[in-house]
């Protein structure tokens, strides 16, 4: 798939998100009329229909009436500039532009990125799309089959792997996944590989035990090379409501996320919740997944993300 | 499981107990707070605020002169309308006349289809039937493999054919039931975005090809408002016969399910709570409003363990419970089973109060090996008359189990606190006052 055709899959998935939040609010608005509670409380519920949360939207909406009143703007027809302001600034750094290479990689080999996440979000999707996205930029990839535990997880990750042109590490069902890890950053450094994405098992965070197990991963993989796992990317499911959130603070505690990944945007889920979580914790949101396909994966573009939000 | 949203709940009511009137104001505020708790919980906006309007309708128009507190009739009224939205009965898998019966089960990707799949097919192996599960994901990569690994785990027979598209695989699937003398057939289907046109035509396809006895729609239990969209759009397409929450052994509140039932109407039928394969229980949109409201879900861990306890000791026990008798030998009984129902930690979660357990504390199995160690060196009647326990008789007991005079006197302790929840019980105090300030063996 060409560059063309991905830039059009991503503003087709980004388009209905913003017919969700921006074309309703505009749709509210009478030129001329003013800015009232009631549409103000409009607006509020249509953050938290895009799955913003009830805080944040709240938070959005005092925002947006402290600034009219500063401001004087009485009339409803700046709404949509308000609002897009608020937005955006409840939005953290990281990717304020698409102008840098979201795939370069710092000077040192390999790079290692640790992919993690609840059941079923699409991790190992993720990590079929990321490696293809290396090996396209011309860099040695290998993947780490550190899902020991769901049936088939290795067949599925070597289908990927095999699509990608990666390399696969993997041991048989049950084995332990620090050492699938542990084996893939060594065999790594011995092959002279740029990238390992190491591809684990999906887990509530709130399993401790789980959580313990990917905590040792992260450990050993660092015991391994110091300094790995450079990245540690926790993929969320644009469907996902307000317990993302908790998703969030349980594996960024356990092994410290680095940035986020919102896939299946393709849908109509809105995945308002990551404003929440990159605004809590302050990471950014790195890639989104809008497909079942191994281009399916966008850089993600923080400026054209908010502007695609709200954009009337 | 409904947790977190039990807690804000009851953070809510609270500030009602208490409170001599019911006034507009302070069923305001209490409303205002229990439509944050819904928000929270990810039930859709609109359903919240239909369930708000129909609460504070009902609670003004009511008698303020009867018996019971402000803060009672709220929550009765709560509770009542929150089981009014889930449903009011549970309902059962229908089978059809002649064999074999036929289950579809789609939803979108990711939410729990093929080991939804697995689960029923052991759920109804158990009960007698003899299913055959069908692999009808052709697109997911390992999907089959999959399938086919599960279906290995419960002994449970596997059609599958590669090369061959969804809809002639699932009519495969039932023919080939009819041949092999199997009773009821379970398609799992590829997950599939209610958007795209082409993948819910398939479904539809498969639908008609094989005339399904039920479709059960499989939802995420972390779903956010989006809920009713996929909902309403599945629904379009296949009309389904009911719906599964899965991943419910997460914290997520679980408003999805109430946002489902209030958009297409169609029942609960299980909550999918776990990996394993028999983490698989029968939905009660009755007990689901209880436990919402924090006050457990009794009857499902009830039910659980009478699938364990064989019945004539489960008689005797409710007899011993209603004359408040509980000696140390139905103690050690009723150790043996709960440890049969699964990992402490899973059942605790059940007992009402006991969701409180703090993040992150585990059970301690090693201890409950102790006490069981513990009992068993105790004579019969020792057992039965726990008063004969004297300084020299509990050091010949540690003695004997290999523990300390401290383990025997804190699980003493334990005892009588289990006798005094026990003799509540009997009472008809309700479970969630006895267990207060009971303590579990925990660790860390
Ligand atoms: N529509 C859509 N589907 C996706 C996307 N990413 C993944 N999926 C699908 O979501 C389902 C689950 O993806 P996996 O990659 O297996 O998810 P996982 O997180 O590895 O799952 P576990 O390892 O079981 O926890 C599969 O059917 C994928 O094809 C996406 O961006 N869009
Ligand atoms: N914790 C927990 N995990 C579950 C539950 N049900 C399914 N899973 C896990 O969720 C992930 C996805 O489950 P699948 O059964 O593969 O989901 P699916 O709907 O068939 O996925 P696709 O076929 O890719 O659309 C796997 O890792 C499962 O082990 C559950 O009730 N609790
Ligand atoms: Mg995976
Ligand atoms: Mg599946």
Redesign the pocket.
């Known amino acids: 798939m060409g560059l063309r055709d991905r830039i059009g899959r991503l503003k087709e998935g980004l388009t209905r998100t913003r017919e969700g939040l921006m074309g309703k609010i505009a749709r509210l608005v009478i030129p001329g009329g003013a800015i009232d509670e009631a549409l103000l409380a409009r607006v509020e519920e249509i953050l938290i229909a895009g799955d913003v949360g009830a805080d944040v939207s709240a938070a959005i909406v005092a925002a947006i009436r402290e600034r009219a009143q500063k401001e004087r703007a009485s009339d409803a027809g700046v709404l949509p500039t308000l609002v897009r302001d608020e937005i955006r600034r409840q939005f953290v750094p990281g990717d304020e532009g698409g102008e840098s290479d979201p795939f370069h990689l710092p000077p040192g080999r390999p790079f290692v990125i640790l992919v993690v996440g ?3 979000v699409g991790k190992t ?1 993720t990590v079929g799309k990321l490696s293809a996205a290396y090996v396209q930029a011309g860099k040695k990839v290998m993947v780490a089959a550190a ?1 020991t ?3 088939a ?1 290795n067949e599925q990750l070597e289908i990927w792997a095999r699509r990608a042109g990666a390399e696969i590490v993997r041991q048989g069902p049950g084995a332990d996944p620090a050492a699938v890890a542990y084996d893939a950053v060594s065999a790594a450094q011995a092959r002279g590989t740029d990238v390992v994405i190491i591809d684990t ?4 965070h709130t ?1 401790v035990n789980l959580m313990e197990e990917l905590k040792k991963i992260s450990r050993v993989v660092q015991k391994s090379l110091p300094g790995a796992p450079h990245e540690v990317f926790l993929v969320i499911d644009a469907s996902t409501g307000q317990n993302a959130m908790q998703q969030a603070r349980q594996f960024g505690a356990a092994v410290g996320v680095t940035g986020l990944i919102l896939t299946k945007v393709d849908g109509t889920a809105k995945g308002g919740i990551v404003l929440s979580i990159s605004r809590e914790m302050n990471i950014p949101v790195r890639f989104i997944g809008v497909g079942e396909g191994i281009d399916d994966l966008q850089p993600f573009d923080g400026k054209a993300f908010v502007e695609a939000l709200i954009a009337s | 499981m409904f947790d977190e949203l039990s807690r804000k709940l009851e953070g809510a009511l609270k500030r009602l107990r208490g409170q001599g009137k019911i006034s507009e104001a302070n069923i305001g505020e209490t409303l205002r707070e229990v439509r944050r708790v819904l928000l929270d919980a990810d039930v859709n906006y609109k359903v919240a605020k239909k369930f708000i309007d129909d609460v504070q309708a009902k609670a003004l128009g009511q008698d303020v002169l009867t018996s019971i507190t402000p803060g009672q009739l709220i929550v009765k009224l709560i509770h009542d309308e929150l089981v009014a939205l889930l449903g009011t009965s549970a309902a059962p898998v229908t089978f059809g006349a002649t064999p074999p019966s036929v289950i579809l ?1 789609a ?13 029923l097919a052991l759920y109804f192996k158990k009960r007698g039937h003899h299913p055959l599960l069908v692999a009808a ?1 052709t ?2 990569p390992a ?1 089959v493999e ?2 086919r690994t599960l279906a290995g785990q419960i002994d449970v027979p596997l059609y599958e054919e590669a090369g061959e598209n969804a809809v002639a695989l699932a009519r495969g699937g039932v023919i080939h039931a009819r041949q092999n003398a199997r009773d009821l057939v379970i398609v ?5 975005l209610h958007v795209d046109e082409e993948m819910m035509k398939e479904v539809e396809a498969i639908k008609k090809a094989i005339s399904p006895n039920e479709i059960l729609f ?1 939802v ?2 972390m779903t956010g408002q989006d809920a009713v969209n996929t909902a309403r759009a599945f629904h379009e397409r296949l009309n389904f016969d009911g719906a599964v929450l ?5 914290d997520a509140r679980g408003g999805a399910a109430l946002s489902l039932r209030a958009t297409v109407g169609k029942p609960i039928k299980f ?5 394993k394969l028999d ?2 229980e029968v939905f009660h949109p009755d007990r689901l409003a209880s436990r919402i409201l924090g006050m457990g879900d009794i009857v499902t861990l009830v039910e659980k363990a009478q699938e364990q306890l064989d019945g004539e000791k489960a008689v005797k026990l409710e007899a011993k419970l209603r004359k408040s008798q509980f000696t140390l030998e139905d103690f050690l009984d009723q150790l043996q089973e709960v440890r049969k129902m699964g990992p402490l930690s899973q059942v605790m979660g059940m007992i009402p109060g006991m969701n409180r357990l703090p993040a992150g504390a585990t059970v301690d199995e090693g201890a409950l090996t102790r006490i069981e160690a513990i009992i068993r060196s105790m004579t019969f009647e020792e057992r039965r008359k726990p008063q004969l326990l004297n300084g020299s008789r509990r050091k010949r007991i540690a003695v004997g189990s290999g523990t300390t005079v401290q383990d025997v006197n804190r699980l003493m302790k334990q005892y009588e606190q289990m006798q005094k929840m026990v003799r509540t019980l009997g009472k008809g105090g309700g479970m969630r006052n006895a267990m207060r300030g009971m303590k579990f063996p925990a660790g860390n």
């Open positions: 609840i059941n079923g999707t899902d535990f769901r049936a997880a098992a999906g887990r509530l399993k | 089960v939803g979108l990707q990711g939410s729990g289809k093929t080991t939804l799949s697995a689960k994901d697109y997911r999907a999959q399938l799992d289907t590829a997950g599939r499989v995420d239990a899965t991943k419910m052994d997460g909550l999918s709570a776990g990996e983490a698989l």
